[in-house]
Nanobody
Framework: QVQLVESGGGSVQAGGSLRLSCAAS????????MAWFRQAPGKEREGVGT????????YYIDSVKGRFTISQDNARNTVYLQMDSLTPEDTAEYYCAAAPFCPRPLVARSFRYWGQGTQVTVSS
């Protein structure tokens, strides 16, 4: 069955970095949209960015541009989210998700498959 398994979350001080991983299995990884979302307590799930696995084309929301980088290892069917210059506002549960295309706007309802999430906490 489809599985998306995130790892790499943790606690870090403001200005620090974390790298999240999402290992995908149970479906054809090629030519899919892999996305990262986040959800802070009391807030809606927010799309952070996407990568089209076929070309490696990426997209980011404005608030993370220049700080977050999505990449992939096609041989491992794994997507990464490198997060630099973290701020307390980045504190959230982070999820990866998969869909057959990359929707615009980037909304959670367009994604059928989800990982279990990994917590990122940034302290000031």
């Amino acid at each position: 069955q489809v599985q998306l398994v995130e790892s790499g979350g943790g606690s870090v001080q403001a200005g620090g970095s974390l790298r999240l991983s999402c290992a995908a299995s149970g479906f054809s990884y090629s030519n899919k949209c892999m996305a990262w979302f986040r959800q802070a307590p009391g807030k809606e799930r927010e799309g952070v960015g996407t990568i089209w696995t076929g070309s490696g084309t990426t997209y980011y929301i404005d608030s993370v541009k220049g700080r977050f980088t999505i990449s992939q290892d096609n041989a491992r069917n794994t997507v990464y989210l490198q997060m630099d210059s973290l701020t307390p506002e980045d504190t959230a549960e982070y999820y990866c998700a998969a869909a057959p295309f990359c929707p615009r706007p980037l909304v959670a309802r367009s994604f059928r498959y989800w990982g279990q999430g990994t917590q990122v906490t940034v302290s000031s």
